[in-house]
């Protein structure tokens, strides 16, 4: 058992509301200079919708994530040992800026500096790259909003295992739905960037898991941008350097909460410690899919088990850090209540970010004598909600649909036993029945209304101490020899140049 | 025929010269300043052009440049093949195609700089240099090769002991100053990109990356030995 901890994600769909108050965070500290304009570490996509970049599930068309082939081996689908020289000069399956978008501005100046003339002065488009004025065909969510729409929404990759007739559906008018999907870097155990590197650029520090592109050591070969199946990996176009989300590592390591994650509006964001078991990767990632989000499961370790903790320990985890292991609450959403599924578990990458799948309305009508009870049926409107489980599914359960159900039945029941608790029209008997059958008890439910409703800032990010003291050249000790001269120089205080 | 000044400086300081700036400047450009090691890769901002220019441009070039390698490292095997006409004109009209590849990418790629925008405003004046110098090395190159038969022979007879009489810092003027023009300018061009080698994007060369043929995929670093950290002193 080795045992590492991880700095974990949980984002609630059904809080989330879409207003991408998390993209404009992560914008403005980290993305906003010469090359990362058309950058969004953090972007919130409308589902249905082809996402940003333009169907980026498409891994028939961007070969991004891992398969495992004939031979049982886990192989990167977009490069391997043998592709590598040819890939290198041309990558065929990287993105360019017409699969995200050409980042633009207004020229302003123009209101005040234009020469007299018979019309009013515009700020005209003109594009960040060139500087010259361009047509806008194309923005980072440029289908935000549109469910329903045949040239966006139609096209979400996520359709394809969907039926004609759940398809049509969806795109009814008065059935019309959507969710958001806000993404970040998923932070993967087994990241397809870091195995896809040719100089080993990327790689994902052992302490919490984050994965970070060394920007002295990449030589922009864009074997990351297209292996990341998530395409959360950016090429810095100015710079000639990958670029990525870091899980603001700057901000946990003094005990902050990413920006975006800081700034949600929604409080959908949940950050926690995760221990798992680093010796199962390969094993769980070669599972068939059916069997992925159990296996993924599996490694998450139970960090209140006395063996757990004394390998922790064993392995160099802090004893903080473990305590911040059995506060989290990424560990309650996935491991205990299992209510939060990590975002396409097929590509193999296995992601530490997972989402609560989003209710959405019923298509049945109300009767008007009230609200309709079916003896033994409670969770006949999960199966007849508007957004189909199948989708649902294709998302978050690799295209099965037992996983999602059990979230969404959780979560339902949840909802009924606070209505017996609060507004009474439901009798506890039939709620506490709702909550068997969807495998919870009231002080389970209690405890999940809690952290999903009313908890506080403090239980959201349970963020464990870095312990940088700990670091390298924390160990060598400057006052330990005669003529030392401390620590912190990048170049020795020596005489001249 | 009796050595030019032009001959003198050309053969006889320039690859000094050259070889001296590239070895300095190379390595206090990595110490200095690693960041600026990167390829400058324009694929992501024009994708379409880029496979039809960059592709053939750097497999005709490696082809070439390894087979002036090779001639470097075993000039009497170079003359032994050539001894057959048949093996000759095979190693002849390969060496030709592949140069003609790299002259077909490296147009395409001084195009495509010209004409897409969004790559033109992202480069550099080394660049242009590089691209110049270049364009003068392979048409010169294939200048040789079509007017001058057999570049093989004559390179490894003539200017690859030019080349080891400079290892040994006694450089013999005698087997160049009489080469055609085109020959010299090919030298020259040579040591000229040797020279403006590390101030350029050139350096991508360098860090090639030939450990992904044996490197693990994942990697992990640590800040501290996780193993010992918790051990009491």
């Known amino acids: ?497 | 025929m009796p050595a030019t000044p032009f001959d003198l400086f050309c053969f006889a300081a320039l690859p000094y010269i050259a070889i001296f700036l590239f070895i300095v400047v190379t390595i206090e450009r990595y110490r200095d300043a690693p960041f600026s090691y990167s390829s400058l890769s324009s694929q992501f901002l024009e994708n379409k052009q880029h496979f039809f220019a960059l592709v053939p441009f750097h497999y005709g070039l490696l082809t070439v440049l390894v087979a002036h390698f090779l001639g470097l490292f075993i000039p009497r095997q170079v003359i032994w093949w050539n001894s057959v006409p048949v093996r000759l004109y095979v190693l002849e009209i390969t060496g030709l195609m592949f140069g003609l590849l790299a002259l077909i990418g490296l147009i395409g790629t001084i195009l495509r700089r010209l004409q897409s925008d969004r790559v033109r405003v992202t480069t550099l004046p080394t660049d242009w240099i590089v691209n110049g110098l270049l364009m003068i090395q392979f048409l010169s190159g294939i200048g040789v090769a079509v007017f001058y038969p057999w570049g093989s022979t004559w390179y490894a007879s003539t200017a690859v002991p030019y080349l080891w009489s400079l290892a040994s810092f006694t450089p013999n003027l005698a087997l160049v100053s009489g080469m055609p023009l085109l020959v010299k300018l090919h030298i020259i061009s040579a040591f000229l990109l040797v020279a403006v080698f590390p101030f350029t994007r050139l350096v991508h060369v360098l860090v090639m990356p030939n450990q992904y043929l044996w490197r693990k995929p994942q990697v992990v670093r640590w800040y501290w030995n996780r193993r010992k950290i918790r051990e009491t002193a």
């Open chain 1, 1 to 497: 058992m080795d045992v590492r901890a991880q700095t974990s994600m949980v984002f609630h769909l059904d809080k989330c509301i879409g207003c991408h108050t998390c993209s404009i965070a992560c914008k403005n500290v980290w993305t906003d200079r010469k090359g990362t304009e058309y950058m969004w570490w953090n972007n919130v996509e409308t589902k249905p919708g082809t996402g940003y970049p333009t169907q980026w599930e498409n891994q028939d068309k961007y070969q991004g994530g891992w398969e495992v082939t004939e031979g049982k081996q886990l192989k990167l689908k977009s490069t391997s040992r043998g592709k590598v020289v040819a890939n290198i000069f041309h990558h065929p399956h990287m993105p360019s800026m017409d699969d995200y978008y050409e980042p633009w501005t207004y020229d302003y100046q123009n209101l005040f500096n234009a020469p007299e003339g018979s019309d009013q002065p515009t700020a005209r488009p003109i594009s960040m790259v060139t500087g010259e004025p361009i047509n806008i065909e194309a923005g980072p969510n440029w289908d935000d909003d549109l469910g329903g729409s045949p040239i966006y929404a139609e096209n979400d990759v996520n359709f394809e295992e969907v039926t004609e007739e759940q398809k049509a559906q969806m795109f009814a008018i008065e059935r019309l739905v959507f969710f958001y999907f806000p993404r970040i870097c998923n932070h993967c155990l087994n990241p397809a960037c870091v195995a896809a590197c040719p100089s080993g650029a990327l790689y994902k520090r052992g302490e919490d898991g984050i994965v970070l592109v060394d920007q002295k050591i990449c030589r922009a070969w864009r074997s990351c941008v297209a292996a990341c199946p998530y395409k959360k990996t950016f090429f810095n176009w100015s710079t000639g350097k990958a670029e990525k989300c870091i899980l603001c590592y700057p901000r946990l390591e003094t005990g902050q909460a990413p920006a975006c994650f800081h700034s949600c509006v929604g409080r959908i964001r949940y950050l926690g410690v995760l221990l798992y078991d680093a010796s199962r990767l390969e094993e769980v990632a070669k599972l068939p899919d059916e069997e992925l989000v159990e296996g993924h499961r599996s490694l998450i370790l139970d960090p209140f088990d006395p063996e757990v903790i004394a390998a922790a320990r064993a392995n160099g985890i802090h004893d903080s850090v473990i305590d911040a292991a059995q506060d989290s609450p990424v560990y309650k959403f996935v491991k205990v209540w299992k209510i939060a599924l990590p975002p396409h578990i097929e590509y193999r990458t296995l992601p530490m970010l997972f989402y609560v799948p989003p209710m959405s309305p019923v298509m049945a009508q109300q009767t008007d004598t009230g609200i309709a009870h079916t003896d033994g049926d409670f969770f006949h409107d999960i199966e007849n909600s508007r957004v189909p489980m199948k989708f649902l599914a294709e998302l978050f359960g690799a295209g099965h649909e037992g996983k999602v159900r059990y979230a969404l039945k959780k979560q339902k029941a949840v909802r009924w036993y606070r209505r017996a608790v609060t507004v009474g029209d439901v009798t506890m008997e039939y709620a506490e029945a709702m909550l068997r059958a969807a495998d919870c008890t009231p002080e389970e439910a209690e405890k999940i209304y809690h952290l999903t409703a009313i908890c506080s800032f403090e239980e959201r990010f349970v963020i464990p101490p870095s312990h940088r003291e700990e670091a390298i050249q924390m160990m060598e000790d400057p006052l330990e020899f005669k003529q030392g001269v401390g620590f912190g120089f990048n170049q020795g205080p020596h005489r001249g140049p």
